[in-house]
């Protein structure tokens, strides 16, 4: 047995897409709050968007989502949105932005306590109508029921609930067409990282549309993750890491991420490291460590071919596993991507309190599929210091 839940709409298309949804964007009602980052105000992103809600609305920008959002900001953006009377709440950028708009949709239509929402199905709705645009091929969350917030004391909360997926998701690849180089590699490697932990996961929920699902998605993020980056105007390039993305958001949304989320955690949490390169960074060490499994050294050798091509896929597992984590460490190199951690100012010593830390993302780290324990995860981050 397993379930599978997913965003209920989806639109896939450019700019012109904004005007097929009008009777998903009329739900929103009068009074819209708009949930983005400064970085996407400043480059103008935000503004052909809006034109075209403007006509017969009353609109508010909150434009001060940071990287890992954290609870103070969730709070200030849910009391403009209460001020501002809304009736729904649109996010437009990162996973950052679109997991505050979703947590702010939650708190204004359920009245819940914040406290109160945290892990699995503790959030109980309803929500705020709620539309998320997204402007990086990445996190999924778009179609995911997760949200990421940093609490005070650094640490990573999440919520994780359906009442949390929203009526829509629009994906327009010229939106991402802008994206830096190595926020595009980073985010992309999130994406594949969600699609080989989804493949993987030992949840009781891993299914097997989740499955079929990370493949595809791997096909599309492993064949156009290079041109992406390095030629960041190809428009087919973006559309297929913003169509791979988000199948790879919705496998994760039903059979959840394990090792490598949980231990990207603490890098992010303590270092200001962005989601994306926290994963990179740990993602080969803690494959290396999860093929002592054998099954998972199968599945990631059946994995292998869906994103090297030339890879001989008649060769034997163990071939094929370690030519996947070999291959995965050389793209995460050649797409500039930092790959020690000392090499962004973490200093060695912080690997004891980052891996005790990543013993308390338990939500994650019972879905990996070798048992981790602290002296495991002490040796994975000093093995990538
Ligand atoms: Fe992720």
């Known amino acids: 047995m397993f379930n599978f839940y997913s965003t209920a709409g989806l639109i896939f298309g450019n700019e012109t897409s904004l005007n097929s949804c009008s009777q998903i964007i009329d739900a929103l009602g009068k009074n819209i709050f708009v949930v983005s980052d400064r970085g996407l105000t400043e480059l103008g992103l935000i503004e052909p968007t809006i034109k075209k809600l403007k006509k017969n609305c009353n609109i508010k920008i909150f434009n001060d989502v940071e990287s890992d959002p954290s609870k103070k900001t969730l709070l200030n953006a849910f009391s403009d949105a209460r001020e501002f009377e809304s009736t729904g709440v649109l996010g437009f950028g990162g996973g950052s932005s679109m997991d505050v708009a979703k947590l702010v949709s939650l708190l204004l239509g359920s009245n819940q306590q914040i406290e109160t929402i945290w892990g699995v199905n503790n959030a109980k709705g309803p929500r705020l109508p709620l539309v998320l645009i997204p402007t ?74 989740s499955k079929m699902l990370s493949i595809e998605a791997l096909k599309l993020l492993g064949s156009s993750i290079k041109t992406a980056v390095f030629d960041g105007h190809n428009i087919n390039a973006r559309s297929n890491m913003l169509l791979g ?77 370690n030519n996947f984590i070999d291959g995965l460490e050389r793209l995460c190199k050649e797409l500039n991507l930092p790959y020690r951690l000392r090499d962004l100012e973490i200093p060695e010593e912080a690997c004891k309190l980052m891996a005790s830390e990543a013993m308390k993302q338990t ?23």
């Open 136 to 209: 990086t091929a990445g996190t999924g969350s778009e179609v995911t029921p997760i949200s990421i917030i940093t609490t005070d004391d650094k640490e990573k909360k999440g919520v994780s609930s359906k009442f949390i997926l929203p009526d829509l998701a629009i994906l327009d690849p010229l939106l991402t067409t802008n994206l830096p180089a190595n926020i595009t590699a980073s985010t992309g490697i999130d994406a594949m990282v969600h699609a080989i932990e989804a493949f993987t996961s030992i949840n009781s929920n891993n299914n097997p549309v």
């Open 245 to 321: 993305s988000m199948l790879a958001g919705k496998a994760f949304a039903n059979s959840p991420v394990a090792a490598v989320h949980a231990l990207a955690y603490p890098i992010g949490g303590l270092f200001n490291i962005s989601h994306g390169l926290s994963n990179s960074l740990v993602l080969t060490s803690v494959m290396k460590f999860n093929s002592k499994n054998e099954e998972t050294k199968k599945n990631y050798a059946h994995l292998a071919p869906y994103v090297f091509k030339n890879l001989d896929n008649s060769k034997n597992d163990e071939f094929l596993c």
């Open 363 to 385: 939500r994650l780290l019972v879905n990996n599929p070798q048992k981790i324990e602290e002296s495991d995860a002490y040796n994975i981050y000093k093995s990538v210091w």
